[in-house]
Structure formats: C-alpha cells, structure tokens
C-alpha cells in the first residue's frame, strides 16, 4: 500500500497542503487556500487584521484553526486518499506567537468532531490575537532584552540573531509589560507551528529546533531554553514554553477529531512542525553543510547550511535550527527585485532581454565603478535611511549602471555571508528574477561557483511533507538518510547551469574589498 505523507504550510496569507508519495517520488495533491477569500468572516486583508497602528500587525490564530478545518475538508472533497496518510509534519510563518489558558490542554485532549476546531476552542485563547512577524512595535523590548544580555554580539552569539521586533521574544516582553495579567492568565505559548502541530496532535505540541531559534530565547549552541534569555524578557516564562525538539519527532498519533471527522488513517502520526523557512530548506533539497540557495524576489534571501554554528557578529544575518539536523542561515537583503527594477524604470530599458544586452556589453568588475543601490531602508547592511551612492561611476553611462546593480547586490550577498565561513559548492536560485540568466552568471563568478536554476511549488510544504516521512521513518526503525529522501522531489531544471568564468575570480576578488570600503562610505555619509 503507498504510504502518503502531508506537510502543510501555515503561512502568512495562507494555508497551503502538498501530500507526497514517497516511494513513488510523487507529489500526489496539491493545494491553497487564501485565508482572505476562503474565510473572510475573520476580515483580514492579505491574513492580517487591519489596525490603526502601522507598526502593529496581528492575525487572529482561530482564523488559523478554521483553516485547518477547511483544508481537511477540502481534502476529503477531493478524494484525496487521507486512509493512507502515515505521518503529518508542517511549518509556520515564523515569529507568530499563540496564548492559551488553563483550559488549552483539557480541550485539546477532547476535541469534539461534532463541532469545528474554531467551536472546540471557544475560551481557551488568553490573548485574542497573534503578533506576527510583520509587526515591528517592539523597538523598546528588543533594546531591553539586548542590553540585559550584553549587547548585539553576545545576543547573536547566544540565540542566533540579534534582538528583532518580529522575534517572539521582544513580543511577549511587550505583552508582559502592556497586558499583564493575561500574561499571568496564559499557560502555554505556542508558535504559529506549534499551535498547529497542537490541534492535530490533541495537545500542547512542541517547538522545533528551527522555529525556536526564531524567538530570541533558545541557546543556539545547546538547543535548549536560555534562561538568561528568558529571564530578561518576562517573569515565570519558562513554565510557559513548551519542550524543543527536532522537528518531524513523534508527538502522538492524530487526533481522534480528525480521524472521525475527515477518515484519516487513525495511525497516522502526528509531528513537531518547524518554521516556513526551515521547511523551505528542505524543501529545496539543502541537507548537506555548504549547499546554499538564493531566492530573488521581491527581497532577495540567501539560505545556507552549516555544521558548525557560526552567528554574524554585526546582528544582520540569522542562524536557525535546520530540520536536517545542522544550522541554516537566513540573510535577508530587501533591495532585491525592487532595486534591479528601479534602474531598469530610471533608464527607461523595455525589457530584463535589452537589460541584460547592456549588461554583456560591459566588462565582469565593471573597471570597478560601484554603486551602493538602497532605494528603501535595507536590512543587510542595517540602514535606516534610503540612498543610492555612486563611486567612480557615472549616473549617464547606462551599461555600467546595469552591471553595477547586479553587481554590488552578488557582491554584498558575497561579503554579508562571510561570517558563515562557507564555501559553496553549487548555488540553487529561485524567484522571479532567476530566469535572468546575465544576473545568474555575475552570481556564478562572484561566488566563485556553479549556479542552478531549480522550480520547486510550494516548497515550505513539500519540506514539511519531507520532514513527516523522515519523522515516520526514524519512528519505525529505518534509519533514513536526508540526502535519499529529498533526492527525488527536489532536483535543479535540467540544463540550467551556469559556470563560473575562472578568469573573473580575481578580479571579484578585488572588487568585494573595493565595495566593502565603499558601503563603509555610504553608511557614513550624511
Ligand atoms: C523570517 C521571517 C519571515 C516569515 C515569513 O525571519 O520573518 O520569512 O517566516 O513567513
């Protein structure tokens, strides 16, 4: 009998389900819903609340839960074969924090099918709404909680990143400090991933090693809670968080609720969810320390893998938990697409075909005319105020403009990737932008390695659906190996390689030590 495996992906806009059969190497079912459209009784405008502070972003966790529901449903309608699910995994927009009562566990224990998750839940939730991480009103607790633990290196170096306001910490020091006594009033907080993992298990669920380290109060090196962490953040919250684990460990088999409701297999197994970028590692196939994976989007996030725990010094770039079992990092630069459109809009050029033209015009280096391209406040290097710095390059030579965009933006993914100390061997990319092949080959001789293109759907649910069947099978003796079972669903678009040219090396070499003294201008400069 094939035995499916569901991953699901609980993200900001929407849920999203891949069922994969793993035998096979198939993706068998594939599905989103957009939690505006499908649940617009929750009035969300793209998953979040609207609110009259712009700083503030919440998303109420029921609306969560409803979907939970519908997705299962919608499974069912569509006869997909849920008797032969095995194992469940999934993954959550990270940061996003639940808060659950005295009533959270008895509830879960005994959810009624007769009734819908957001019915079985009426009363058990100690704060309405979830911070999510597009909120950014914790400039003040992220101060706080940094200072108390030494400033940002000691907090990189301990919990992986430095303070963010979309962190979980910094947000319940916020709800500690303006709410209180719901704060004494909640038992248990969850992440977006754990709350999930929760109702499919049918109790409190753990946090994943991923998802933890998104909180600013997990020690990095140790996988456990860092009681200093926590200490400087608020009172008696250890006794509020629930245990770490590996993501895709057993919690329990689903629960009843699901099995009676929906017919899914009553063996099925419930696991430890992650966050979506954890997931999105695996997804994309990155098991082994050194792969690496850019995606160009509207920001452009550069993924890595690494055995060793390094964290960056300057609190830019983040380390989390991979599922694999090692390190992933996530540095993300925002003048990604944005920035390569704005200079394709500043000069007027038709298309990204008569773009790339000017761009083979131009020598690889550019004879080392650099631009500094911050059209919006960018997040590595940390820079609050927009600018765009021209060194030894002129505004009216058009070429050397478009060269120098996608330059300074490899280059600085070059030089803000450093601290990781590794060296790739082979990049994936993916986004919009990677049909680019001009930007891929200057990706290619700026990391000095082979670049390729790969086109994964949905790839934080098809991790999640990877890292069910790797739960499943350490759970049932059979020594699975990472490397074996991304293999199949994670394979690069054939012929899309791109070689670095061994001639431009060195003088990329020069070029980054050259950018480097120039962003330092920038970052300077009135
Ligand atoms: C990562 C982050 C976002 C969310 C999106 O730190 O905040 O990527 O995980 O869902």
């Known amino acids: 009998m094939a035995k499916l495996f569901l991953g699901l992906d609980s993200s900001t806009q929407s849920l999203s389900a891949v069922v994969i059969d793993l035998d096979a190497n198939k993706v068998v079912y594939e599905k989103s819903l957009n939690f505006d459209t499908a649940l617009p009784q929750f009035k969300t405008k793209n998953g979040v609340l609207p609110g009259r502070d712009p700083l503030v972003k919440h998303s109420p966790p029921l609306m969560w839960a409803a979907a939970l529901d519908l997705m299962f449903a919608t499974m069912k ?68 909680i940094r200072k108390k633990l030494g400033g940002i290196k000691f907090t990189a170096s301990r919990t992986g990143s430095d303070t963010f306001e979309r962190f979980t910490g910094p947000q319940i020091r916020k709800f500690y400090k303006t709410e209180q006594k719901s704060y004494e009033k909640t038992l248990h907080i969850a992440l977006v991933s754990s709350f999930m993992a929760s109702l499919l ?33 608020a009172p008696s919250l250890i006794n509020k968080l629930p245990p770490l684990m590996d993501a ?51 920001s452009d996030t550069f993924f890595g893998t690494m055995q060793k725990c390094l964290t960056d010094e300057n609190g830019e770039g983040h380390v989390f938990g991979s599922p694999a079992g090692d390190y992933m990092t996530l540095i993300c630069f925002k003048n990604g697409s944005l920035a390569r459109e704005k200079i394709r809009d500043h000069y007027k050029i038709a298309d990204w075909k008569k773009f790339g033209a000017l761009v083979e015009s131009t020598p690889p280096g550019n004879g080392e005319k650099i631009l500094v391209p911050w059209f919006e406040a960018e997040i590595v290097p940390r820079v609050n105020k927009p600018g765009i710095h021209r060194f030894d390059l002129d505004e009216k030579d058009v070429a050397a403009n478009c060269r120098a965009i996608f330059e300074a933006q490899m280059v600085s993914m070059r030089l803000h990737s450093q601290w990781m100390q590794v060296v790739p061997e082979k990049i994936l990319v993916t986004g919009g932008a990677a049909s680019n092949p001009q930007l891929l080959q200057v990706m290619a001789d700026v990391m000095n390695c082979p670049v390729q293109r790969i086109e994964v759907s949905k790839s934080a649910a098809l991790g999640s659906a990877l890292v069910a069947a790797h739960g499943w099978l350490a759970a049932t003796g059979k020594s699975p190996k990472w490397e074996k079972i991304v293999a199949g669903f994670t394979k690069p678009v054939p012929g899309s390689e791109v070689k670095p040219d061994k001639k431009t090396t060195k003088i990329y ?18």
């Open 248 to 298: 895709g460990s057993v919690i329990g088999p689903v629960s009843p609720y699901f099995v009676q409701k929906y017919g899914i297999n009553p063996e099925a197994l419930a696991t430890v969810w992650t966050g979506d970028n954890p997931a999105s590692v695996i997804g994309l196939g990155l098991v082994k320390s050194g792969q690496v994976a850019i995606s160009l989007g509207t």
């Open 509 to 526: 070499d020069k070029l980054v030590e050259k950018y480097a003294g120039c962003e330092l201008d920038a970052l300077d400069a009135p």
């Open 77 to 144: 309608k569509d006869k997909v074969a849920l008797g032969k699910i095995v194992a469940i995994s999934g993954c959550g927009q990270q940061h996003g924090s639940v808060y659950l009562n005295e009533k959270a566990v008895e509830v879960l224990a005994v959810l009624d099918p007769k009734k819908s998750l957001v019915e079985n839940l009426d009363g058990v939730l100690a704060r309405k709404t979830s911070p999510i991480w597009m909120d950014s009103s914790t400039a003040k607790e992220c101060a706080e």
């Open 201 to 233: 298990a049918g109790k409190i669920a753990p946090i994943d090693f991923g998802d933890g380290a998104g909180t600013n109060l997990m020690d990095i090196r140790k996988k456990n809670w860092n009681h200093d962490a926590i200490k400087a953040t």
